[in-house]
């Protein structure tokens, strides 16, 4: 096994990472990475990487990319430049950002980073919600596998739940998340939910790491777009459109 050596990720800001042989992966989620992405089974790992905080927003900024998606091609040129520097000559093929779905909150359940929250964006402790996944890289690497993290859920112990009284959409009172409300909120004029989420602000873990204003209106307004596109009408016959943005748990 190679050494792992993170710290080039780390100084970009994709400060979570997890390394997972593709055999220990639970055996439906393995079947399916294989079966729409690695039929011929060239690649031994999957390698997941997520930020968290604002440290990648600010080295995205300072890269100054002429790119209608900064953030996915800054984390997918720094992982790229990372993983040929640490297994040279290996194959690698990056399975998230892309237009097919790919498990995210399952395989960041497995590596401890997601416990659910009211409002379906994942929390760990310390980080809060500040945090997002950026990039699923199918490898023939043979590096270290990562051990989960291990923390209580923030949200068991949250008596008071100031996420769900916060929510102009009422989207948390029910039973569960009520995704319509939500939506048809957030595309109202009058929305104070339209560059940010007004529930994620009212979360009191992880406040000192929260996004910056710049950041929160680029994430809301690509989420934002993601469903508008998703609301309009194709047409007779025709497909909906599926934006990458809006298959992403967190930002």
């Given at each position: 096994?190679?050494?792992?050596d993170?710290?080039?990720?780390d100084?970009?800001?994709l400060n979570?990472?997890a390394?997972f042989?593709?055999?220990?992966?639970p055996?439906e989620?393995a079947?399916?990475l294989?079966r729409?992405?690695?039929p011929?089974?060239?690649y031994r790992?999957?390698?997941l990487?997520g930020?968290?905080g604002r440290?990648?927003?600010?080295?995205?900024?300072?890269a100054?990319?002429?790119?209608a998606?900064?953030i996915?091609?800054f984390?997918?040129a720094t992982?790229?430049a990372?993983f040929?520097e640490?297994c040279?000559?290996r194959?690698?093929?990056?399975?998230?950002?892309?237009?097919a779905?790919?498990?995210?909150?399952?395989l960041g359940?497995l590596?401890g980073w997601?416990?659910?929250t009211?409002f379906m964006?994942?929390?760990?402790p310390?980080?809060?919600?500040w945090?997002?996944y950026r990039?699923?890289?199918?490898a023939d690497s043979?590096?270290v596998p990562?051990?989960?993290?291990?923390?209580a859920?923030?949200?068991a112990?949250?008596?008071?739940?100031?996420?769900?009284?916060?929510?102009?959409a009422?989207?948390?009172a029910g039973?569960?998340f009520?995704?319509?409300?939500c939506i048809?909120?957030r595309?109202?004029?009058?929305?104070?939910c339209k560059a940010?989420?007004?529930?994620?602000?009212?979360?009191p873990?992880?406040t000192?790491?929260?996004?910056?204003?710049?950041?929160l209106?680029?994430?809301?307004?690509?989420?934002?777009?993601?469903?508008?596109e998703?609301?309009?009408d194709?047409?007779?016959?025709?497909?909906r459109?599926?934006?990458?943005?809006?298959?992403?748990?967190?930002?």
């Amino acid at each position: 096994m190679s050494a792992n050596d993170f710290a080039a990720l780390d100084r970009a800001g994709l400060n979570l990472q997890a390394v997972f042989d593709l055999d220990a992966l639970p055996d439906e989620l393995a079947a399916d990475l294989r079966r729409r992405f690695d039929p011929a089974g060239r690649y031994r790992q999957l390698i997941l990487l997520g930020h968290a905080g604002r440290t990648l927003w600010t080295a995205v900024q300072a890269a100054s990319l002429a790119s209608a998606d900064p953030i996915d091609d800054f984390s997918v040129a720094t992982a790229t430049a990372w993983f040929a520097e640490r297994c040279p000559g290996r194959a690698w093929r990056i399975v998230y950002p892309g237009d097919a779905p790919v498990g995210l909150q399952a395989l960041g359940k497995l590596a401890g980073w997601h416990h659910p929250t009211p409002f379906m964006i994942g929390i760990q402790p310390g980080w809060g919600t500040w945090y997002a996944y950026r990039l699923a890289m199918l490898a023939d690497s043979d590096l270290v596998p990562t051990r989960p993290l291990r923390h209580a859920p923030p949200c068991a112990s949250c008596a008071g739940r100031p996420c769900v009284a916060a929510c102009p959409a009422d989207a948390l009172a029910g039973e569960g998340f009520a995704l319509e409300r939500c939506i048809a909120y957030r595309r109202r004029d009058d929305s104070r939910c339209k560059a940010t989420c007004v529930a994620r602000l009212a979360c009191p873990v992880g406040t000192e790491h929260r996004y910056d204003e710049a950041q929160l209106r680029h994430t809301y307004a690509i989420s934002l777009r993601a469903i508008e596109e998703y609301c309009a009408d194709p047409g007779p016959g025709a497909p909906r459109p599926v934006h990458r943005a809006a298959k992403a748990p967190g930002a």
